[in-house]
């Protein structure tokens, strides 16, 4: 199966899957509880990456591009992750 970086969660090759996990994002200090896809998709936001296209974080209550509906799927990820700490 594709690998995950330990501490990014970034897909570290393929296969891809859309199977949602919970991750930890740390921005600018403050950690949040969101859900990732590990499938590359859409427009490719960073050029020369080689991932041909881009991941989707949703955080707690996100919508989604086209249905504009909470994934729950997304949300129990998101719920989940909350459950863990950065350290």
């Known amino acids: 199966g594709g690998g995950w970086g330990s501490r ?10 859309w199977d949602r996990r919970p991750i930890l ?4 200090g ?3 509880a969101a ?3 590990g499938k590359p998709h859409g427009w490719e936001v960073i ?8 991941f ?11 249905s504009q509906r909470v994934d729950p799927e997304h949300l129990a990820c998101a719920v989940e992750a909350g ?5």
């Open 8 to 17: 990014s969660c970034t897909p570290t090759r393929p296969p891809w899957s």
């Open 83 to 87: 459950l863990y700490s950065w350290e």
């Open 25 to 28: 994002a740390n921005y600018q």
């Open 47 to 54: 050029p020369g990456n080689d991932i041909s296209g881009h």
């Open 56 to 66: 989707c974080v949703h955080f707690f209550g996100a919508r989604g591009d086209g």
């Open 35 to 37: 859900s990732m896809n």
């Open 30 to 32: 403050n950690v949040y």
